[in-house]
């Protein structure tokens, strides 16, 4: 569905997914062969947005009339293989976020989680609510996720696998106390962790509790799943898939989003 043709709806009700729609979901799993895996999306929406300074979560500010959170919501809506949503909201926010849900009928059932004081914990609070073995993580700050990227990665024969995009630009470890640069760092064996992310249900249980355990927490799930053991693997990203982090992020995101509406 083109973003330019969506509008609220004003439904009145929550809308957790059809019944019927739960149900085909359901056979679909009791089949042993050559069925499609079915993922929980953990979609981060915690965030309160300070550096955008909107007086709002950024979550809530509108590009093209459309609340950021949305355009994640409906590109994992349009995934057949994404039977679970589970949503978390900052606290004292999560009417306006099912407001949002009921507003744009995102079909697929949605689970919702009050996050935590940091991403790390966020993850932590979200996993016991997902009801499949396979996660995908996502993030509504990363508004320019398409159906296609979320597909692609589904596909990846690995079952850890995360975004990742080549740095074009020199990065340098250094000691912040003293203003001292102190070596340097090949940016050929580096690459930006992007979103959307893949990982085993299990992993990430594991891989959290390895953190808690060694009392360490982690900005993102891959770097923490590698550091715990397991064998994630990375695909190449996109440039357009980056985190609205401010102003001039909103306004890149709303000329770009609104050029694809455009080309629809």
Not at 40 to 49: F, V
Not at 73 to 84: E, G, K, N, P
Request: aromatic residues 8%; charged residues 20%; negative net charge.
């Amino acid at each position: 569905m083109p973003f330019s043709s969506l509008a609220a709806g004003g439904l009145g009700a929550i809308t957790y997914g059809p019944a019927d729609r739960v149900a085909s979901l359901c056979v679909l799993v009791d089949v042993t062969e050559g069925v499609e895996e079915l993922f929980s999306l953990a979609l981060l929406n915690g965030g309160i947005g300070t550096r955008v300074a909107a007086g709002r979560p950024k979550q809530f500010i509108v590009v093209n009339g459309i609340p950021i959170l949305v355009y994640s919501l409906v590109a994992a809506d349009s995934v057949d293989s994404i039977s679970q949503i589970v949503l978390n909201y900052p606290p004292g926010w999560r009417q306006d976020v099912e407001k949002i849900v009921t507003d744009y009928a995102i079909k697929t059932p949605i689970t919702y989680v009050e996050a935590g004081s940091s991403r790390h914990e966020s993850v932590g609070r979200m996993l016991p609510f997902v009801d499949n073995e396979h996660v995908i993580i996502h993030e509504s700050a990363r508004p320019l996720v398409t159906a296609a990227d979320f597909q692609r990665i589904i596909r990846h024969e690995h079952p850890d696998v995360s975004f990742m995009l080549e740095i074009p630009f020199t990065v340098a470890p250094v000691d912040p106390a003293t203003g001292r640069v102190t070596g340097s760092l090949d940016r050929d064996t580096l690459r930006n962790v992007q979103l959307p992310q893949k990982f085993a249900k299990s992993t990430l249980v594991t891989a959290h509790a390895y953190a808690s355990q060694m009392g360490v927490a982690f900005t993102e799930d891959a770097t923490l799943c590698a550091v715990a053991g397991f064998d994630v693997r990375f695909i190449d990203g996109s440039d357009r898939n980056f985190k609205v982090t401010t102003r001039v992020d909103i306004q890149l995101a709303g000329y770009l989003l609104g050029n694809e509406a455009n080309d629809e």
